[in-house]
């Protein structure tokens, strides 16, 4: 079976504090691809991030970053220093399955 | 613009009226995708097509749907006789190989109402 849980269905923060969005996946494909997409409330959704299955290396982005460990199947998302500009959904993906997880809501107030 | 675009943005239509959505992918893009989107879920996938040929019908929820793209760029998503449960937003991506694991760039959506 290939899943995507978002265990966080809001998360309230104040600007400038950091915030981890959780993403838990199962699949039995040893080759996949993980993504993380913002959705602002226009609705478009914005691509942040693609992972392959085979790297699992950290990656730092400006005041984003992703921790990828296999071992527990999760792939997290921390905004540093939240702005309100990050408020939106947040959405992990697992693709060659197309399965998006139901959305992280991250309100950022000032 | 050079992103996808969807139209109409927002459309109305009264049960068991046919609804016609266009999606222009990105110029060039081989692969083209459509997703429904329920109000607070994630998408879910519906189709697949690699250029002009639908490589995965598995998400169609039913015969009512039908997704072409017949000269492999333009898109369109038919869905005939609709129902109240398909009120949702329905989501095109577009990417530039002709992989599905490439990333996708999303149009702004149509959001379906039906009465």
């Known amino acids: 079976a290939q899943k995507v849980t978002q265990a966080q269905t809001e998360i309230s923060v104040v600007e400038k504090e950091d915030v981890t969005l959780d993403c838990v996946y199962e699949t039995r494909d040893t080759t996949y691809y993980l993504f993380w997409y913002k959705q602002p409330p226009s609705g478009e959704l914005v691509f942040l991030i693609r992972?392959?299955?085979?790297?699992?290396q950290n990656e730092i982005s400006g005041r984003y970053s992703w921790n990828f460990q296999k071992s527990t199947s999760s792939f997290n998302f921390t905004i540093t220093a939240s702005q309100v500009v990050d408020s939106a959904v947040y959405f992990c993906?697992?693709?060659?399955?197309?399965?998006f997880g139901k959305g992280t809501m991250l309100l950022v107030s000032p | 613009g050079a992103g996808v675009s969807q139209s109409p943005r927002y459309k109305v239509a009264k049960r068991g009226q046919d609804v016609a959505l266009r999606c222009d992918p990105i110029s060039g893009h081989v692969s083209l995708f459509w997703y429904q989107q329920a109000l607070g879920q994630g998408p879910e996938f519906l189709t697949y097509f690699q250029n002009e040929a639908q490589l995965d019908k598995s998400g169609l929820p039913s015969d009512r749907f039908f997704a072409e793209r017949p000269e492999g760029s333009v898109s369109t998503l038919k869905i005939q006789r609709t129902q109240q449960e398909d009120s949702a937003v329905y989501l095109c991506a577009s990417s530039g190989q002709a992989i599905n694991t490439d990333t996708q760039y999303f149009g702004p959506g149509t959001r379906l109402t039906v009465l």
């Open positions: 992972r392959n299955s085979f790297d699992e």
């Open positions: 993906a697992l693709f060659r399955t197309l399965t």
